[in-house]
């Protein structure tokens, strides 16, 4: 993610996020969830594709925390566990990024490198 201010009211200017940051937001954008649920949603989403081992799940979530797109619910079931949530400001830059990689698609099938099926 560029180090840009979150605060800014153009999120493009943010744009484009990390592959692990865009998971993360994307499997918090069905609920609030803990670490090792966000881990498993980003395996079953991607098909395996994004691998995300603790260091990197816990990292990000410390710097989109920071960065306003996500905070702590408060809430456990066990002292160990945190759940996360999506801020609004999180919401906005998904969608602003999923904006942005609809239009990327759209750009490369109408270059005839995708087909309808999504392969070249």
Not at 71 to 92: A, C, F, K, P, W
């Amino acid at each position: 993610m560029a180090e840009t201010s979150p605060k800014s009211d153009n999120l493009e200017t943010i744009l484009p996020l990390s592959a692990a940051v865009f998971s993360i937001l994307l499997a918090l954008a069905g609920g609030e969830r803990h670490g090792y649920a966000i881990m498993k949603e980003v395996s079953l989403a991607d098909g395996g594709a994004l691998s995300m081992g603790p260091g990197t799940l816990y990292g990000s979530l410390d710097r989109m925390m920071q960065r306003g797109l996500v905070e702590e619910t408060g809430q456990t079931d066990d002292q160990r566990r945190r759940y996360y949530r999506l801020t609004d400001l999180g919401r906005r830059i998904l969608s602003a990024e999923t904006s942005r990689l609809h239009r990327a698609i759209t750009s490369a099938r109408r270059r005839g490198v995708l087909t309808n099926g999504g392969n070249a």
